[in-house]
């Protein structure tokens, strides 16, 4: 059962940004995360609920590459902007949680919930993601990387909403996402990466990854990208790239059970996807 | 209808305690098995994770909503001839999704039906006779 | 007699439509008025003492009515199934986190639950055990010692070892506890009726055995307790046990009010019983040309705190640990031990998928070892009219297993190997009723002044379609319309006992009753004129001046009672037997498998309604796939769905079920059973599948990606030793 709280539901900005600077609040968009974690608990602040706010309400068309944060999950794999322009987003957003979740939950809320696991993620980071932020004093935009500080952690201030997420398209390179699951809905992801890759038939020309599920914090795998640009496609190579990306991860969590399977898992994922075609 | 409703109450606890529609189920309260799912300006959500004041002023479709005119719909009457009801626990919330998806603009495939229901967990049947029935009145 | 009603034919379930319309009351759903609510504040700890528990916080929440602890249970305050070890409340010690201490009544839910949080308990931990292999040393939890049963099977030759063997494979396998995961959590609620008798209407399997508790719980003759049973939402076992039911009574006993006890998913979790975790090393010797000549078995389970189904399930282990083969000589040892783990209980199948992905695995690697094809191997083996079991009972009729691995046969010599892509066989026979105990049903049939036939009928219907199918069997028996008769079911009131609906007995067993019940009718109503053209308004007229408005059935399956040291006996009247064959994807990247394809032939006996026997075998079909691949319950770690993962749709594959009727004599017209069997070879036949696609064994169940991984990374690493 929830606790009991009050929720209002603000028409304009200037409202929610009045709210929030001058009260203990949460904001809740979807519900689908904030709710679940509300279960069960003592109390909670006031709840503002930020999807009628009109400044947040616009068509993709309208916007070509600007998020609004109450964009749902649904609404994004849908879209022909989003599929044709940037489809590693569309479809890690065709897969989150089902039907029901991906009808209510938002981009907004995955971002500020920050799970390790959140799957609209990775996918933002390799499109080069910018938030900006929002409060009744001030603007600012964060590049998603600096936004996100750790499982569940972000850099928003109490007073702050996410207004928009900005990205930039990768034409000409192929782009998708991959998940594991322990099943085929309703999971998270257990290790997920987004890529974006400008290639020749046997040349990387600009290469971008990023990592989600296995740190706490979603990471673009620089080192790899590095490592692989304007090369010649070679599996040694892409091997040692790869490794440069396993000791990162090593480096900054030490060792972790999980990393069992993880790691090996990435290792075959990564040379699928970069290698593009059968790795045998 | 109108009515007043305390802001942290959830839809599901509107429908249920309220309004006494008990074709709305609960069946584990995270939004993670559809039973209560409810469908909102026609699209399928769980109503656990809905508080009650987000639809104001919008539509919502319970299981009786398809029989409303006093005969079966083609999808109760697919579901009774194809053997997708057991237990029945399930069984609004696939209706709903199943309707959902049959009124859609989507082209519909065993593919598309499977994912229209994936997030409504069955522990009885194995879906096959629920994808069965959905196809039937799909005609595919 | 002719097959004019409908055996054999997909009818309609009578209950469909109610369950379309939304219309149909589970427990949860009925509100009473004045009615209270009762919630359980439960154990925060494994195993240890309770020194105080200070409930003032719970008193002084508005709306509390009262606070019960094990002081105010005017009875007994133990109940079991067999063994009446479990308290309803704890007496100043736990045994299992999440074991029930006391019981809050309240004007509504909400204050009810708040009440619960303030419960204040001082434990003193005690040593926690969590593993059944050390439960034999370790500090009684129990009076008798940890040690809950040891069932042996010992057949033949048992004690000459393997050196009449030309192969021998020997491995150990794994599983863990699993939860049933029916969609409509425990509920019910409870209230006095006009006589001041109490009545209880919850979601269960089964309305006999709950009265007598309740009965032994207050105190009071069985005659004072109604029990009634709500639609149910799915059961798989969970709901044999005690779960609500004297909670409710309780409350009801105390405050004299209507009280409604329902458990959130996570309590459910929490205290519903679970599946036995198996630790079995199996030991298989076989000659050259593949014929079994010994098995040599040993069986750990982990029963948790309390006995609930643990023998049964030690048994069944036992009896079926050769799976659907002739075997000269046997040694099986099953023993079950309590821990602090939640307590284990039935769960479809008892033991025997648990043995089936064991018994399986080693006919596969039997026939690897040897060379010879896995689907020849089972057919030179298998049970058929004329073999022993391994308790020496000979099979005499309705032994279809052989057609059922014939009707395989072509799809398996289709096969097409691709990278990637694996096929395994699953086989099983499985018991049909209790095992080597009575366990009868009873029913009866009444003449009615509307001109209908009262159906009453004490089986519980849980979603497997009982009243459809004994509704069937009714109108053939009697060659009367659908129409013609009313059901009247689940309420100890009106019906007598049909024992519970579990061990995939309600068609075989309670279908015969209603079969004798029917053919006592039906020569009645022949007297009567009926069948020639009378009015069941004027035979009604007639039979009540006479006084024979009642017709009863029973039927108790004939069997014997297995030799404590052998076991040997006849446990079962009957055996149903089934063949799996899977196709598996495992993807080499990920090592994600996924199930493609899966063709089930079962010998059913006699198939009464091809749609719901389908129905039943797509459902274990699914179970079976949640057994091999993802299902795995972490005490104290899986608390919601979140964390328990079942198959959705989209993890389903193409199904083809092959019905094989090899009549049991014994059965109403000649059905078996289907319930359980429907799920006991699946997870095997995934697991030899996995094994085809990958070379990789799986000895663990759930062989989720993570595991396989490992196992992959374990020969690598073996591999690169060499």
């Known amino acids: 059962m929830l606790p009991k709280f009050k929720c209002v539901v603000p028409r304009s900005i200037k409202e929610v940004l009045s709210l929030l600077s001058e009260n203990e609040c949460k904001v809740i968009a979807g519900g689908t995360d904030l709710l679940v974690e509300l279960q069960d608990k003592e109390a909670a602040p006031l709840l503002v609920d930020i999807t009628k706010i009109s400044e947040l309400i616009w068509r993709p068309e309208e916007r070509v590459g600007v998020i609004s944060p109450l964009f749902t999950h649904g609404f994004v794999a849908e879209s022909p902007v989003f599929k044709d322009m940037f489809p590693s987003l569309a479809i890690a957003c065709s897969k989150v949680g089902s039907p029901q979740i991906r009808n209510m939950g938002t981009i907004g809320g995955n971002i500020g919930n920050a799970s390790p696991a959140a799957d609209s993620i990775p996918p933002l980071m390799i499109y080069d993601a910018k938030v900006r932020l929002l409060s009744a004093s001030n603007e600012r935009e964060l590049t998603l990387e600096e936004l996100l500080v750790d499982a569940y952690k972000t850099q928003i201030r109490k007073d702050e909403i996410i207004a928009s997420v900005s990205i930039t398209p990768m034409e000409g390179y192929r782009q998708g996402y991959k998940r594991l699951t322990i099943r085929e809905a309703l999971a998270l992801s257990r290790l997920s990466v987004a890529y974006a890759i400008k290639e020749e038939k046997e040349k990387w020309l600009d290469v971008k990854i990023a990592i989600g599920s296995v740190t706490p914090v979603c990471f673009r795998a620089r080192e790899l990208e590095r490592a692989l640009s304007e090369q010649i496609k070679d599996r040694d190579l892409l091997d040692e790239a790869i490794a440069l990306t396993i000791s990162r991860i090593r480096g900054q969590v030490g060792a972790r059970e999980t990393h069992k399977f993880k790691l090996p898992i990435l290792k075959n994922l990564l040379r699928e996807i970069l290698w593009g075609g059968s790795w045998e | 209808m109108e009515l007043d409703v305390e802001d942290h109450i959830t839809l599901l606890e509107l429908l249920r305690d309220k309004l006494n529609i008990t074709s709305v189920k609960e069946g584990c309260g995270i939004g993670e098995c559809g039973a209560c799912t409810v469908l909102l300006d026609d699209k399928p959500i769980y109503s656990c994770l809905t508080l009650a004041l987000k639809v104001d002023g919008r539509d919502i479709k319970t299981v009786e909503y398809l029989s409303k005119d006093g005969s079966l719909s083609k999808i109760q009457e697919a579901f009774v001839k194809n053997g997708a009801v057991q237990c029945g626990y399930c069984t609004p919330g696939m209706l709903l999704c199943a309707y959902a998806l049959i009124n859609s603009k989507k082209e519909i495939s065993e593919d598309v039906i499977k994912e229209a229901i994936s997030g409504n967990l069955c522990r009885c049947t194995g879906y096959i006779q629920i994808i069965e029935a959905i196809k039937d009145v799909a005609q595919i | ?722």
């Open chain 3, 1 to 722: 007699m002719g097959w004019i009603m409908g055996i054999g034919k997909g009818i309609e379930r009578i209950d469909a439509l109610q369950k379309v319309l939304g219309t149909c009351l589970y427990a949860g759903d009925i509100k009473v008025e004045g009615m209270l609510f009762g919630v359980l504040v439960r154990s925060e700890r494994p195993h240890a003492k309770l020194l105080e528990i200070d409930d003032r916080g719970a008193w002084e929440t508005p709306g509390v009515v009262r606070v019960l602890s094990h002081r105010d249970i005017p009875g007994k305050n133990r109940f079991g199934v067999i063994r009446k070890d479990q308290p309803y409340l704890a007496e100043g010690y736990v045994r299992y986190y999440g074991e029930p201490i006391l019981l809050i009544i309240a004007e509504d839910e909400r204050s009810a639950r708040d009440a619960a949080k303030r419960i204040k308990i001082t434990y003193q931990d005690l040593p926690v055990i969590q593993d059944p292999q050390g439960a034999q040393g370790a500090m009684p939890i129990h009076g008798g010692g940890n040690l809950l049963t040891q069932k042996r099977l010992i057949k033949g030759n048992w004690d000459k070892g393997f050196g009449d063997s030309d192969v021998v494979v020997e491995h150990h396998y794994l599983t863990h506890f699993l939860d049933h995961a029916f969609l409509e959590c425990e509920a019910g609620v409870g209230y006095l009726d006009a006589d001041g008798r109490i009545v209880i209407i919850s979601s269960t399997q089964n309305i006999h055995y709950k009265q007598k508790e309740v009965s032994a719980l207050l105190n009071v003759p069985e005659s004072r307790v109604r029990v009634i049973q709500a639609e149910t939402g799915g059961g798989f076992g969970g709901k044999l046990d005690v779960t609500v039911e004297g909670y409710i009574a309780l409350g009801v006993f105390h405050t004299k009010r209507p009280v409604m006890v329902r458990y959130t998913r996570q309590e459910s979790m929490l205290s519903n019983t679970k599946r036995h975790p198996l630790s079995i090393w199996y030991k298989s010797g076989a000659r050259k040309d593949g014929t079994l000549v010994r098995v040599q078995v040993r069986i750990v389970g982990d029963t948790g705190a309390y006995a609930s189904y643990g023998e049964v399930v030690a048994q069944r282990a036992c009896v079926h640990a050769t799976g659907p083969y002739e075997v000269a000589n046997c040694y099986v040892e099953s023993l079950m031990y309590y821990t602090n783990n939640p307590t284990a209980g039935a769960m479809r199948g008892f033991g025997t998928p648990q043995m089936a992905f064991a018994h399986e695995s080693q006919m596969d690697e039997l026939a690897s070892i040897l060379g010879i094809d896995p689907l020849e191997i089972r057919i030179k083996n298998g049970l058929k009219k004329g073999s022993y079991t391994a308790t020496g009972q000979r099979l005499d009729h309705s032994a279809g297993f052989l057609d059922t691995l014939k009707a395989i046969d072509p799809h398996w010599r289709e096969r097409k190997p691709k990278d990637g892509i694996g096929y395994g066989i699953g086989c099983m026979y499985y018991g049909i009723g209790n095992t080597g105990v009575p366990n009868p049903s009873a029913c009866f049939l009444t003449l009615r002044e509307d001109g209908l036939i009262g159906f009453h009928l004490g089986a519980c219907e849980i979603g497997q379609g009982s009243d459809t199918v004994l509704m069937q069997i009714l109108l053939e028996a009697l060659g009367i319309e659908p129409k013609s008769a009313v059901l009247v079911r689940g309420d100890t009131e009106a019906s007598l006992d049909a024992g519970s609906t579990s061990a995939s007995r309600q068609t075989y067993i309670t279908g015969r009753a209603v079969f004798d019940a029917a053919m006592k009718l039906r020569s009645y109503l022949d007297k009567k004129g009926f069948y020639k053209g009378r009015d069941l308004k004027d035979i009604y007229q007639e039979a009540s001046k006479e006084g024979m408005l009642r017709f009863d059935g029973f039927f108790d399956p004939p069997t014997t009672p297995l030799d404590p040291n052998t076991g040997q006996g006849i446990p079962y009247a009957t055996y149903a037997f089934a063949t799996h064959m899977t196709q598996v994807e495992v993807d080499n990247s990920t090592f994600r498998c996924r199930v493609k394809k899966v063709i089930a032939a079962h010998d059913v006996g006699r198939v009464i309604n091809p749609v719901t026997t389908k129905g039943q075998i797509y459902g274990g079909i699914a179970m079976g796939i949640g057994l091999a691949l993802m299902e795995e319950y972490v005490p104290q770690k899986t608390k919601n769905l979140n964390q328990y993962f079942i198959p959705t749709a989209m993890d389903m594959p193409e199904v083809e079920v092959i019905l094989v009727e090899d009549p049991e004599p014994t059965g109403p017209f000649g059905a078996k059973g289907v319930g359980e069997p429907a799920l006991i070879p699946q997870a095997a036949s995934i697991c030899n599948a996995i094994k085809d696609a990958t070379g990789i064994r799986p000895f663990e169940l759930p062989c989720n990606f993570e595991r396989l991984c490992l196992l992959f990374e374990k020969e690598k690493a073996i591999g690169s030793q060499k």
